[in-house]
């Protein structure tokens, strides 16, 4: 399993980012993709899932609305549009992937060490 993300970089308040994961070596149908984020002192947080099976979506409470996970099967890579950035989204964002069949994403994707690759981070800064 490989993964690559990228699209971080800095964005006023309001503005908005396109991340994306390029995925490889695995059946995406098989997997569940996460977006997780790190801001300085603070744990890991699932931000978004996806479920490769069946499509379904997870948001945390904090980006719901605001945020859009998603899959292009001919590119094979996962995207989060983020929209309506905040200061306080700031934070190291990554993507994960791991074996899923269905049922529990949310509870999936509030667990990130149950996920068992992870593509290197991108920097995502949203100044006031």
């Known amino acids: 399993v490989q993964l690559q993300a990228s699209g971080g970089g800095l964005v006023q308040t309001g503005g908005s980012l396109r991340l994306s994961c390029a995925a490889s070596?695995?059946?995406?149908?098989?997997?569940?993709i996460g977006w997780f984020r790190q801001a300085p002192g603070k744990e890991r947080e699932g931000v978004s899932c996806?479920?490769?099976?069946?499509?379904?979506?997870y948001y945390t409470d904090s980006v719901r609305g605001r945020f859009t996970i998603s899959h292009d099967n001919v590119k094979n890579t996962v995207y989060l549009q983020m929209n309506s950035l905040k200061p306080e989204d700031t934070a190291v964002y990554y993507c994960?992937?791991?074996?899923?069949?269905?049922?529990?994403?949310?509870?999936?994707?509030?667990?990130?060490?149950?996920?068992?690759?992870w593509g290197q981070g991108t920097q995502v800064t949203v100044s006031s």
């Open positions: 994960a992937a791991v074996l899923y069949d269905s049922n529990w994403l949310e509870s999936l994707c509030s667990f990130p060490t149950l996920f068992g690759s």
């Open positions: 996806l479920s490769g099976s069946d499509r379904t979506t």
């Open positions: 070596g695995f059946t995406f149908d098989d997997y569940a």
